[in-house]
């Protein structure tokens, strides 16, 4: 059964900092990869969406890597910023059946100004 | 291009009630998906359906239905709401599995 884990749970930090939030999985049998953010209250927002032979994808302050062998992913954040503040969610896109996105719990990042 | 419409956006609804959540993507995808998200539990699929006619369940499927008659909409029908089905409801799609999922804006379901 795949099982996605993202750590940590909360992160805060001050704004202008760099950092990484960090997201594992268990089966490497995915499609893809898919890093979302979420605003409390909010539905979800796709921020980047790696493809199982990519080694890493960009947009603009964000940068998201993808080892699939180790079964591990990582969303950059560049310079980050309070508008950053929110939940972010690491999903994969798991092979067979469904083809279902399998997700994290996510991790709360909040940017102090 | 409105991309994933769900509707209500809110609905309170007492125990034994019925309600149909909507669905309908303008996208053409042929993949769509239903979750709900709890607190502190991250996202379970509840049904899924790969195409017109062809429906199936996800993790947990209880106390739900669903059909999917066209490609565009997928509704989601609660029987006999009962207090654990309180939570926020997703419905996402995609048009293929090499494609990632454009989700709607949910819709928050209280049962009282």
């Known amino acids: 059964k795949q099982e996605v884990t993202q750590i940590p749970a909360a992160l805060s930090v001050p704004e202008g900092e760099n950092l990484v939030l960090n997201c594992s999985f268990t089966?490497?049998?995915?499609?893809?990869l898919q890093w979302f953010r979420q605003d409390p209250g909010k539905g979800l927002t796709s921020l980047l969406l790696?493809?199982?032979?990519?080694r890493e994808q960009t947009s603009g302050r964000l940068n998201a890597s993808l080892d699939k062998s180790s079964g591990r992913s990582t969303l950059y954040i560049a310079a980050s910023q309070p508008g950053d503040s929110a939940t972010y969610l690491c999903?994969?896109?798991?092979?067979?059946?469904?083809?279902?996105?399998?997700f994290g719990k996510g991790t709360k990042l909040t940017v102090n100004p | 291009n409105a991309g994933v419409t769900q509707t209500p956006k809110f609905r309170i609804l007492k125990i034994g009630q019925s309600m149909t959540l909507q669905c309908t993507q303008d996208?053409?995808?042929?993949?769509m998906y239903w979750y709900r998200q709890d607190p502190g539990m991250g996202l379970k699929l509840i049904y899924y359906?790969?195409?017109?006619?062809?429906?199936d369940k996800g993790e947990v499927p209880n106390g739900y239905n669903v059909s999917r008659s066209t490609t565009e909409d997928f509704p989601l029908r609660l029987e006999l709401a009962a207090p654990s089905q309180t939570s926020v409801y997703f419905c996402?799609?995609?048009?293929?599995?090499?494609?990632?999922?454009?989700f709607g804006s949910g819709t928050r379901l209280t049962v009282v």
């Open positions: 996402a799609s995609s048009p293929s599995a090499n494609y990632g999922y454009t």
């Open positions: 089966d490497s049998a995915i499609y893809n």
């Open positions: 790696i493809q199982s032979s990519q």
């Open positions: 999903a994969v896109r798991h092979q067979g059946g469904s083809e279902k996105l399998v």
């Open positions: 996208m053409n995808h042929n993949y």
């Open positions: 359906s790969v195409g017109a006619g062809i429906t």
